[in-house]
């Protein structure tokens, strides 16, 4: 069902009139949450009162009082509800997000506790996996956090290996995904490659055997000769953009950690020209995802 008040724009003006209070903030998740049907998460019954607290929802069978933020990535948060949206209209907002460090500034907050609201936020923006990449794609492996020297392979120490791929479209270039993994082998991108590219794309790599046995399944795989990144120009400046705007927020950082960092960076590239619906998007994926649990340490 089409919503009424769906936030639009990047507008931060209008941002902060449409969300000043907590309860505007409580009362868009309630939308979002159930504006296409209501469901007792207890009991499944469909029939509801208004809940004890504000914009919750009580069941008429059960009685569970559910709250807008309740089994969602909300739920729990260590600042109020409106700071939430605050963050995460700016992280999906501005062009190259934000550190956790400068959210700590602006919003008075630990750190820490903005890396962890953070590191939820990129849970929420990794692929969904249901728009593979299509039409011409470029492919390309990187190294990040180390020196660049040696062998291709395996990720070494601090030093870890990215597989980029990226959709040329006529006069530019489309929508892009990256995936840190262990290995330069054929292994290693068949997963990529199944997750984010059509079996039906033509997919360019250099001359890399690693690339060789996924002709099999993506059989208008061509291999061309690399010179230093001559051969993918696009791909490479994406390569050198994406490389800048990481050495710029984090510096050594665990595999999983570098993962969600170049799920931020993918999730807005590939909407920017879609900046419009970017941040009801996040906060859509933030009520939908499941609440979790942070195991990781950077
Ligand atoms: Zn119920």
């Known amino acids: 069902m089409r919503r009424k008040n769906q936030f639009k724009g990047v507008n931060s003006i209008k941002f902060h009139s449409?969300?000043?209070?907590?309860?505007?903030?409580?009362?868009?998740?309630?939308?979002?949450?159930?504006?296409?049907?209501?469901?007792?998460?207890?009991?499944?019954?469909?029939?509801?009162?208004?809940?004890?607290?504000?914009?919750?929802?009580?069941?008429?069978?059960?009685?569970?009082?559910?709250?807008?933020t309740a089994n969602t990535m909300f739920d729990k948060c260590k600042f109020s509800i409106q700071v939430a949206f605050h963050i995460a209209f700016k992280i999906s907002t501005k062009k190259?997000?934000?550190?956790?460090?400068?959210?700590?500034?602006?919003?008075?907050?630990?750190?820490?506790?903005?890396?962890?609201?953070?590191?939820?936020?990129?849970?929420?923006?990794?692929?969904?996996?249901n728009y593979p990449l299509n039409g011409t794609i470029?492919?390309?492996?990187?190294?990040?956090?180390?020196?660049?020297?040696?062998?291709?392979?395996?990720?070494?120490?601090?030093?870890?290996?990215?597989?980029?791929?990226?959709?040329i479209v006529e006069g530019g270039v489309g929508r892009?995904?990256?995936?840190?993994?262990q290995d330069a082998s054929a292994n290693s991108f068949k997963s990529f490659f199944n997750a984010h590219i059509s079996k039906d794309a033509r997919i360019i790599t250099d001359?890399?055997?690693?690339?060789k046995p996924l002709k099999k399944?993506?059989?208008r795989l061509e291999q061309v000769k690399s010179d230093r990144g001559a051969g993918l120009p696009e791909l490479h400046i994406h390569i050198m953009n994406l490389k800048g705007w990481l050495r710029g927020i984090h510096h050594h950082c665990s595999e999983e950690r570098l993962q969600g960092y170049l799920d931020e960076y993918h999730f807005r590239y590939n909407r920017r020209n879609n900046m419009d619906t970017i941040f009801d998007l996040l906060i859509k994926r933030m009520v939908r995802n499941k609440p979790i649990r942070l195991t990781i340490v950077s």
């Open 138 to 167: 470029h492919v390309d492996e990187f190294y990040i956090g180390g020196e660049e020297e040696g062998k291709r392979g395996r990720s070494k120490g601090k030093k870890k290996l990215v597989v980029v791929a990226l959709e």
């Open 18 to 68: 449409a969300f000043s209070s907590d309860d505007a903030c409580l009362a868009y998740l309630a939308d979002l949450k159930w504006n296409d049907a209501y469901s007792c998460r207890k009991c499944g019954h469909d029939k509801f009162y208004k809940g004890f607290k504000p914009h919750s929802r009580r069941c008429m069978k059960c009685k569970y009082d559910e709250s807008p």
């Open 176 to 181: 892009a995904y990256a995936k840190v993994i």
């Open 96 to 129: 190259k997000g934000m550190s956790s460090m400068e959210l700590s500034e602006e919003f008075e907050l630990r750190q820490k506790t903005c890396w962890e609201f953070k590191w939820k936020i990129q849970q929420a923006m990794q692929s969904s996996c």
């Open 207 to 211: 001359e890399w055997n690693g690339y």
């Open 217 to 219: 399944e993506f059989s």
